[in-house]
């Protein structure tokens, strides 16, 4: 497949995840499973995930047998797509998880940093997982290859951890209605009930949901488009970063070109900087994971909004430097300054979501009264509202960054691209809502802002006046 192709195939995921999220987070609200309001959309993705991991290592395999390498092809970006819509949609429930049984408590914060904590865990196995050569071990000429190897241990982790969620998690299974969708006739969510009609119904009714959605994230209230714009500029940043990092180093750094004949020196010296980027990479995941550790210590000193923006500027830093030193010892170094970003973003955010969803009368009646439809409203709406920035971010970035190179004819412009968005993050982050007497201070330069108005209409009103006074003089004596 075409570097062109794959970029389109990896913003398809995000794309489908952008209309699926808003749904899923605003019908969790409302769902009274058995299994809770979340678990049963984790478990209904991380089908879609499991299935995934079957596709992408044996998708070959099944396309000949069905009729040759168009069908293998198929199954194979099939398999991409699902697995980048589902685990990217799959957040978005967890993190609802989170908020639903830590909410307003003394832990809020604290699990938020301990699940980034497992997300940049999980990206160092997948990492090292991945560096290891598997081709003459057992497990390969058992399942057929290294591939095959690596993806059924994935599985197999990955299926641990869903356990580990399933029945671990101590969910709230609420008899309460959380939001104003009606999606049977006893108004009930039945998903994963095993009662066919039900589920039926709600899935009908899940789909009529998806417009819905989309207006709950584009009509957020004040605070929260505030944090969106921020998340935005934050997450394109990030995957500027993260997204194109290995080609960065393999062509810039290493000298190498990926269109070289295999074998050749050019391309030796390409892969050779691909696994120095892939590593860059796991250093990130392992800062973060560290960083995670010590994140609440900075923020009881210094604050979310200015943790976010130091976050950033180290980040804006790091990209800067690898624009201007590219060696190798400064893309380990600088990929460890990035992690602190990693961390950031993967948690405050969501804290400060679930700190807004539970003083609502507070936050969300800031610019305009709180209507009964934002009142009922769970937090898994305004998480999927937040997470809608993160898959917008990822979709511009697939769809623009080919273009914007190959005018550019340099891959550096990816990092520099990183550091301007990076930049635009920090700006970006100086605005959003943290605390009440933030909003204060919005409402005392609003109110100023409308005291001064009249006063500078009348001040252009007695310069117009005087201006034409001025005139008539001057006519008169001519």
Same mark, same amino acid.
């Given at each position: 497949?075409?570097?062109?192709? =794959?970029?389109?195939?990896? +913003?398809?995921?995000?794309?489908?995840?952008?209309?699926?999220?808003?749904?899923?987070?605003?019908?969790?609200?409302?769902?009274?499973?058995?299994?809770?309001?979340?678990?049963?959309? !984790?478990? !209904?993705?991380?089908?879609?995930?499991?299935?995934?991991?079957?596709?992408?290592?044996?998708?070959?395999?099944?396309?000949?047998?069905?009729? #040759?390498?168009?069908?293998? =092809?198929?199954?194979?970006?099939?398999?991409?797509?699902?697995?980048?819509?589902?685990?990217?949609?799959?957040?978005?429930?967890?993190?609802?998880?989170?908020?639903?049984?830590? #909410?307003?408590?003394?832990?809020?914060?604290?699990?938020?940093?301990?699940?980034?904590? =497992?997300?940049?865990?999980?990206?160092?196995?997948?990492?090292?997982?991945?560096? !290891?050569? /598997?081709?003459?071990?057992?497990?390969?000429?058992?399942?057929?290859?290294?591939?095959?190897?690596?993806?059924?241990?994935?599985?197999?982790?990955?299926?641990?951890?869903? #356990?580990?969620?399933?029945?671990?998690?101590?969910?709230?299974?609420?008899?309460?209605?959380?939001?104003?969708?009606? $999606?049977?006739?006893?108004?009930?969510?039945?998903?994963?009930? $095993?009662?066919?009609?039900?589920?039926?119904?709600?899935?009908?009714?899940?789909?009529?949901? !998806?417009?819905?959605?989309?207006?709950?994230?584009?009509?957020?209230?004040?605070?929260?488009?505030?944090?969106?714009?921020?998340?935005?500029? =934050? /997450?394109?940043?990030?995957?500027?970063?993260?997204?194109?990092?290995?080609?960065?180093?393999?062509?810039?750094?290493?000298?190498?070109?990926?269109?070289?004949?295999? +074998?050749?020196?050019?391309?030796?010296?390409y892969d050779e900087g691909v696994r120095m980027g892939s590593f860059g990479l796991l250093i990130q995941c392992v800062m973060a994971a560290v960083f995670s550790m010590f994140l609440e210590t900075v923020v009881k000193q210094i604050g979310e909004r200015r943790t976010l923006q130091l976050s950033m500027a180290l980040f804006t830093v790091a990209m800067t430097l690898l624009v201007f030193v590219r060696t190798p010892v400064m893309v380990v170094m600088m990929s460890a300054l990035t992690g602190f970003a990693s961390a950031a973003a993967n948690s405050l955010p969501y804290t400060l979501v679930g700190a807004y969803h539970e003083k609502q009368e507070i936050f969300f009646a800031f610019d305009s009264p709180l209507t009964e439809s934002l009142r009922s409203s769970g937090v898994g709406v305004h998480m999927a509202a937040l997470d809608s920035s993160y898959f917008l971010a990822q979709i511009m970035l697939s769809a623009l960054m080919g273009y914007i190179v190959h005018i550019t004819h340099s891959v550096t412009t990816y990092i520099t691209c990183a550091a301007l968005l990076g930049v635009a993050a920090c700006f970006s982050l100086s605005g959003i809502i943290v605390t009440e007497e933030d909003l204060q201070t919005i409402r005392t330069s609003r109110a100023l802002t409308v005291l001064e108005s009249p006063r500078r209409s009348q001040g252009k009103v007695r310069r117009s006046s005087s201006g034409k006074s001025h005139m008539s003089i001057s006519m008169e004596m001519f």
């Open positions: 497949m075409e570097d062109s192709q =794959m970029s389109l195939v990896l +913003g398809i995921g995000p794309f489908i995840a952008l209309f699926l999220v808003p749904a899923i987070g605003a019908t969790s609200d409302q769902c009274q499973s058995s299994l809770g309001r979340r678990r049963p959309f !984790i478990l !209904i993705l991380s089908a879609g995930i499991c299935l995934s991991l079957v596709f992408i290592p044996y998708g070959e395999l099944i396309g000949n047998s069905l009729g #040759g390498k168009p069908y293998a =092809m198929s199954i194979i970006t099939l398999g991409v797509v699902l697995l980048d819509c589902c685990t990217q949609a799959c957040f978005t429930p967890m993190e609802a998880l989170l908020a639903d049984i830590y #909410g307003n408590t003394d832990m809020s914060e604290s699990s938020f940093l301990v699940y980034t904590f =497992m997300v940049s865990l999980g990206g160092c196995v997948g990492y090292l997982l991945t560096a !290891i050569d /598997w081709e003459n071990s057992v497990l390969a000429l058992w399942v057929g290859g290294q591939e095959q190897a690596v993806f059924l241990l994935l599985f197999l982790l990955f299926a641990g951890s869903l #356990g580990v969620t399933v029945f671990v998690a101590k969910e709230k299974v609420s008899g309460e209605r959380d939001s104003q969708v009606t $999606f049977t006739p006893h108004r009930r969510c039945r998903i994963c009930d $095993f009662v066919p009609r039900a589920c039926l119904q709600s899935v009908i009714a899940f789909t009529r949901l !998806i417009p819905k959605g989309l207006t709950n994230s584009i009509e957020a209230p004040f605070v929260l488009r505030r944090l969106q714009v921020a998340h935005f500029f =934050m /997450w394109a940043a990030l995957f500027c970063y993260t997204m194109f990092f290995s080609d960065f180093v393999g062509e810039e750094v290493y000298h190498g070109r990926p269109h070289a004949l295999v +074998g050749s020196d050019e391309r030796k010296l």
